[in-house]
C-alpha cells in the first residue's frame, strides 16, 4: 500500500500554484513531487495535487492507495460527503474518479502539522515558478 500525503498552495487566489506530494511505501519515502502548475485557485491546486499523486501510482503499478491530505474539504468532496458545485472542480474530480476506478483508493484528512512535507513541497513549486 501506497500512503500519498498531497498539497496544494497558491499565493494569492487566484494565483501561482504548487503542488507537493510525498509518496511512502513500507514507512518510507519513495518519491517526492513539487511542480509548478500555473496559475488558480487553493482548490484547483488541492484537486490537482491528488490527480498527479493518482497518476504516478498508477505509473508505479500501485492499486492500494491513501491519500492524506490537510484539506478538509477536498476529502469530503472526493469521498461523496459533500458536492462539488463549481464546473471546473467537478471536472478535476471526474478525472481523479476515472483513473482511481482500478484502485482501491481510501481518501484521510489530516492536521496541517501532518503534512509538513508535501506542504513544504507545494509552497516551493508555487513561489518558484
Known sequence: MLIIHTDGACFG?????????????????????????????????????????????KELNETEIEIRSDSQLIVKQLKGEYKVK???LK???????????????NYKWIPREQNAKAD?????????Q
Open 13 to 57: 487566489n487566484p494565483g501561482p500554484m504548487g503542488i507537493g506530494i510525498a509518496i511512502y511505501k513500507n514507512q518510507k519515502l519513495i518519491k517526492e513531487i513539487s511542480e509548478f502548475i500555473g496559475k488558480g485557485t487553493n482548490n484547483i491546486a488541492e484537486y490537482s495535487a491528488v490527480l498527479r499523486a493518482l497518476e504516478t501510482a
Open 120 to 128: 513544504e513541497l507545494s509552497k516551493s513549486a508555487a513561489q518558484n
Open 86 to 88: 463549481l464546473p471546473h
Open 91 to 105: 471536472e478535476l474530480k471526474r478525472k481523479i474518479l476515472s483513473i482511481s476506478k482500478e484502485m482501491n483508493v
